[in-house]
């Protein structure tokens, strides 16, 4: 790939990186995730902010990554990355020989690490737990690539990098939720070995609901209603 990281044409090799993201890919990652908003028809739920999403996924001090909230980085390079055995999760080498692609939002999405590299996507995780198995699991909150670098295979590396690292952890399981509409989506989970498990609901207390709670309000008010 030859092609500056303000221009929208990229050809020949490429390399992919999942990395550990830090507080300077807060802007990237709060617009991927209003891209996935608009791609979900969500928008009307979309609430983060960048002080937000810096004081969750980047507090200080730092909670190690992977037993707590963690936040990675899909970047793309003109060229090889040297791997980092303390941020690098996952990667893989794409060739656009024959087939160039074109990348609107590059120079938007220039990677704040400079050298060319272009923020791609991001996914989303924290721990959970198996009373049944009686061993700690990941789930996978979000999952996103941008429109231009669907279906190269992307991600299935993120997913496939996830689902390693929580092995390696002797986790007992990784979980996440998709939208009974996206028939892609699903195709894709389950030709990676996953269980789309239909008699599962998922229940959601938030906003006004869940601040019912806050202070014992709602027992309070059924206590003084008995």
Known sequence: MTTPANSTAFSGEVWAELRLADASDV?????????????????DLFAATHE???????????????PSFTA?????????????????????????????LADPEAAAFASPRGGGRVTAGFVIC???????????????????????????????MMLSAVAGKAA????????????????????????MGAEVLPQWRICRLTGAALDKYKGG??????????
């Open 27 to 43: 802007p990237h990652i709060h617009a991927l995730i209003h891209q996935m908003a608009e791609f979900e028809l969500l928008t």
């Open 168 to 191: 390696e952890l002797g986790m007992g399981r990784v979980e996440w939720c998709v939208l009974d509409w996206n028939k892609n989506a699903i195709d894709f989970y389950e030709g």
């Open 126 to 156: 924290f721990p959970n737990y198996s009373t049944f198995l009686s061993k700690p699991g990941l789930y996978v909150e979000d999952i996103f690539v941008r429109a231009p670098w669907r279906r190269r295979g992307l991600g299935r």
């Open 52 to 66: 937000l999403l810096t004081s969750t996924l980047f507090p200080s001090p730092p909670r190690p990554p992977l």
């Open 72 to 100: 990675l980085i899909l970047v793309l390079s003109p060229s090889p990355l040297p791997a980092a055995a303390d941020s690098t999760i996952g990667s893989c080498r794409l060739d656009l020989s024959a087939s160039p």
């Open 217 to 226: 309000q709602e027992e309070s008010g059924k206590a003084a209603a008995e």
